[in-house]
């Protein structure tokens, strides 16, 4: 039972690639986010989805896509990265019970250039 | 929506001391106060929560508590160890699928 697992570990961009992040989670939750951290500004959402083919902008959406074509992975594409996008991304899942906590991958480092 | 602030930003304690750290949150709504600890390099990993019907709930060497009234929860640990340094998170979940998280603190326990 591996829970919530993100690759890459660790990219480095330049300015105007894209590139796509994975999230498989293998605890047949529903809901699944997208959160990035930055120093000082705790977790922030940037996307989240409530069920297979569902998707929703989240506090900080600009600049990212998502999909969820499938229940267990959860998809963040950069179209065209940004140095303001240099952060450090963390997937996380959830049951459907509102009150359930959140489950966290160990995170993807990104830099852009 | 929900804005959740935390401090202190920083808490450097010396072990076998107390460490606290306060929350407060915005939305009435908000009905379960989850803890996350972040170790370095990993995802943040849930260590209490607490729900909107109680006022406090103990783990061991950890407690949370809740004043719905004022809008604040904290959580304590007590009798502090090298292992407990780490960033920790607090949440509100305003029952609208999203977690809203504080900024963090960064615990560190002085040997």
């Known amino acids: 039972n591996a829970g919530v697992t993100q690759t890459p570990k660790f990219r480095v961009l330049k300015t105007g690639q894209s590139m796509t992040l994975l999230c498989a989670q293998d605890m047949n939750h529903e809901y699944m986010y997208w959160y990035r951290q930055d120093p000082g500004m705790g977790l922030r959402l940037i996307h989240y989805?409530?069920?297979?083919?569902?998707?929703a902008k989240g506090e900080v959406p600009d600049g990212y896509n998502v999909s969820r074509l499938k229940k267990q992975n959860f998809l963040l594409g950069l179209e065209s990265a940004a140095p303001s996008q240099t952060s450090v991304y963390f997937c996380?899942?959830?049951?459907?019970?509102?009150?359930?906590?959140?489950?966290f991958g160990n995170g993807t480092r990104l830099t852009v250039t | 929506g929900e804005n959740v602030e935390q401090h202190p930003s920083t808490l450097s304690v010396q072990e076998g001391d107390s460490a606290v750290i306060k929350c407060t949150y915005s939305?009435?709504?908000?009905?379960?106060f989850p803890w996350y600890k972040q170790e370095l390099g990993k995802g943040p990993q849930l260590i209490i929560d607490i729900r909107s019907n109680v006022g406090e709930k103990k783990d061991q060497r950890i407690a949370v508590t809740l004043n719905k009234t004022a809008k604040h929860f904290s959580l304590h640990i007590t009798e502090t160890q090298p292992e407990d340094s780490a960033v920790y998170f607090c949440?509100?979940?305003?029952?609208?699928?999203?977690?809203?998280f504080g900024a963090g603190t960064t615990v560190t326990v002085r040997a």
């Open positions: 939305d009435s709504a908000s009905n379960y």
């Open positions: 989805s409530v069920g297979e083919g569902t998707t």
């Open positions: 996380a899942s959830r049951w459907t019970g509102l009150q359930s906590p959140l489950h």
């Open positions: 949440a509100a979940d305003p029952n609208d699928y999203k977690l809203s």
